[in-house]
């Protein structure tokens, strides 16, 4: 395989709507890539019918671009929130039935005038996080929104009060986990922030059934184009352990995490708490594939034994720096192995398997991941068949990669299924 071929020309032109067309921007999700990523790569290695696998889905991007393909899907995810937002992305809606229920639920939540206290979940410091009289406005709006009957129109106005949350806390919204900044505190101070939940939340419904609209006559077209609703299924939790079948799943597509200093799980957690989908934010994080949490009893007699001369020398420096930060990135790369593996497994015979990665930094130690992944990939039964290269433009798509770096450009990896994975470690 020669030099990547670069494609910023012909996905930096994409900005505002055109990445957000539909449900994609139904809720904020960082690093998620832009929907034309999956799209070129759905339409070059599959055709209509087919079966496409998200085994990192997040909010789902890669599920609404294979719906609206004519494709089947079928997307996992550890994180709760996200499993939700992909829910309600994919599914549409008739909008004449979300405006019919919004507008009995807007009139509810303001004729409610109870402090409704009991609706206020167990946040760590959440006097921290949130005034008084945002406090009971959320506890009614979340009273009314989970009395609706539990199903799609459920979650879909659930995203809707999730997707205000963070820009009625404390917290700085540009932040990417939350966190009180002083320039937060010094737009209150100077009158700058409005802390209305309730007309926030009207506004939002608003403008989310807009996107469910747009999502509805989609949904018209493809059936009329394909003749059938291609289906969605949100499976499992671990891309370490698919719950699929050997062999059921055409083409693979994903953008992994990082091994990072950042607690993935932290980056929704006030949201999480509000939608009641987690109790226990460590205990997530600690699951999660790029986790920064390690504990004494795992790394104090760790050894790293690796084939691969890049993490070779990446353990190597971390090594000198802090034994628990080479534990953390070594671990990371023994789970993609595994990811690997199962992705292996799952996909049909010369399936392909497109990947984005870049580099990130740990510990300001340089890690080249998109290099070192293709080269755990070809353990794992897979050829590196193309590779195509971008710079990353939207930054608020982007998690920083870390400490002390940004990845500035990302590769598309094309994987082709060559035979059984040919190590059990790396």
């Known amino acids: 395989m020669g030099k990547p071929r670069d494609l910023s020309e012909e996905f930096g032109k994409y900005i505002g709507k055109q990445v957000s067309y539909a449900t994609h921007g139904i809720h904020r999700y960082p690093a998620k890539f832009i929907p034309q990523i999956p799209r070129f790569c759905i339409e070059s290695w599959s055709k209509v019918g087919d079966t496409v696998l998200d085994p990192f889905m997040g909010s789902g991007t890669t599920l609404l671009e294979a719906y609206i393909t004519g494709r089947d899907s079928y997307g996992v995810d550890i994180h709760p929130l996200a499993k939700l937002i ?35 979940p167990e ?8 005034r008084p009289e945002v406090l009971r406005e959320l506890a009614t709006i979340k009273k009314h929104v989970f009395a609706l009957r539990k199903g799609d129109t459920q979650d879909f106005f659930k995203i809707c009060f999730s997707s205000i949350i963070r820009k009625m806390s404390n917290s700085d919204s540009d932040s990417l986990i939350p966190e009180v900044t002083t320039f937060r505190k010094k737009l209150d101070a100077q009158g700058k922030t409005s802390f209305d939940a309730l007309a926030k939340f009207e506004n939002t419904v608003g403008n989310k059934i807009i996107d469910a609209e747009e999502l509805w006559h989609i949904s018209l077209d493809v059936q009329k184009k394909f003749r059938k609703h291609p289906e969605v299924h949100i499976i499992g939790n671990d891309a370490r352990d698919l719950l699929l079948k050997d062999g059921s799943v055409d083409l693979a597509i994903t953008s992994p995490p990082y091994a990072s200093a950042v607690h993935y799980a932290s980056v929704h957690k006030l949201e999480m708490f509000w939608c009641d989908l987690v109790r226990d934010i460590s205990e997530l994080d600690g699951r999660i594939v790029g986790t920064s949490r390690a504990y004494v009893s795992e790394y104090r007699p760790w050894e790293p034994r690796t084939g691969i001369p890049e993490i070779r020398s990446v353990m190597d420096e971390l090594m000198e720096k802090e034994k628990k930060s080479a534990f953390i990135v070594y671990k990371y790369f023994d789970d993609m192995r595994r990811s690997f593996e199962e992705v292996n497994r799952v996909l049909k015979r010369n399936g392909r398997y497109c990947m984005v990665a870049g580099e990130n930094t740990f510990q300001k130690v340089r890690i080249p991941t998109y290099s070192i992944l293709s080269k755990i990939a070809a353990r ?46 790396l």
């Open 86 to 120: 992909a829910k309600v992305k994919t599914t549409p809606l008739e909008p004449s039935r979300l405006r019919a229920v919004s507008e009995k639920l807007l009139a509810n939540i303001r004729a409610d005038s109870s402090e409704n206290a009991d609706w206020v």
């Open 123 to 130: 946040i760590p410091n959440r006097d921290h996080w949130f």
């Open 380 to 425: 794992a039964g897979f050829e590196l068949e193309d590779a195509f290269v971008y710079d990353v433009i939207n930054r608020h798509l982007d998690i920083p990669r870390w400490n002390d770096s940004r990845i500035e450009r990302d590769y598309i990896l094309v994987l082709r299924r060559a035979g059984k994975p040919s190590a059990a470690s």
